[in-house]
């Protein structure tokens, strides 16, 4: 697709159930970051996947949340027994590579709307 | 930890003035700093991406420059129009944690006709 691409893009779950949320990154793009904003905060980071290697999972709030991604394209960002402060927007963003001195644009979706009820 | 600081946090004129939204940064070893905005219930727009070897770039009404060693970078808004209205938010990229960026809390725009 032209864009990052994220689905769904509002999801009311109740608490305690899991929810599972999609970022197809921009074609070709290697690096791939999820990040959560909370109503009236900043941007907190989650997690960077970068082509095969290993991810940066350092940002992941509890081990209720976790991600993968599948042939280093689409990402899927589950969170466990949901929680109400888990509401939030998530956003995923995209590069050609998060490699330095790459001077390569970040591209972000338009995020999954996340409330816990 | 690279630390994000946007000055002033909100900022609300008439349009036609022009803009001066700061940034700075604490780790300076960064490769690439990248200004964005956010609409209200949207996600990010990239508005500029300054590589570290060079000192600005240009984008239509905007500007950004890059005094990486300060650690500070500053995006200029030319003739302000009430569509600017959003929320900008200055990224660096790279340092001591390659791949991250970190974001400031951002300049609330208002621009009012």
């Known amino acids: 697709g032209a864009g990052v691409s994220q689905s769904p893009s509002n999801k009311v779950t109740e608490k305690g159930k899991d929810v599972e949320l999609r970022c197809d990154p921009i074609?070709?793009?290697?690096?791939l970051y999820w990040y959560r904003q909370s109503l009236g905060q900043g941007l907190e980071f989650l997690i960077y996947?970068?082509?095969?290697?290993?991810?940066?999972k350092s940002g992941l709030p509890s081990d209720r949340f976790s991600a993968e991604r599948t042939g280093g394209s689409v990402s899927t960002l589950t969170i466990q027994r949901t929680q109400q402060e888990d509401s939030a927007v998530y956003l995923c963003?995209?590069?050609?590579?998060?490699?330095?001195?790459?001077?390569?644009?970040?591209?972000f979706g338009e995020g999954s709307w996340l409330t816990v009820v | 930890k690279q630390e994000v600081t946007q000055i002033p946090a909100a900022l609300s004129v008439p349009e036609g003035e022009n803009l001066v939204l700061n940034c700075s940064f604490t780790?300076?070893?960064?490769?690439?700093l990248q200004w964005f905005r956010q609409d209200p219930g949207k996600g990010l727009t990239s508005l500029l991406l300054?590589?570290?070897?060079?000192r600005e770039q240009t984008s239509g009404r905007l500007n950004a420059s890059l005094d990486k060693s300060s650690g500070r970078s500053t995006l200029y808004i030319a003739a302000s129009q009430p569509g600017d209205s959003a929320t900008y938010l200055c990224?660096?990229?790279?340092?001591?944690?390659?791949?991250?960026?970190?974001f400031g809390r951002g300049t609330q725009l208002t621009v009012w006709p």
């Open positions: 780790d300076s070893a960064i490769y690439n």
């Open positions: 074609s070709g793009h290697t690096a």
């Open positions: 990224a660096p990229i790279g340092g001591s944690t390659l791949g991250r960026l970190y």
């Open positions: 963003a995209s590069s050609l590579t998060g490699r330095s001195n790459s001077g390569n644009t970040i591209y």
């Open positions: 300054i590589q570290s070897s060079q």
């Open positions: 996947f970068q082509g095969n290697s290993a991810p940066d």
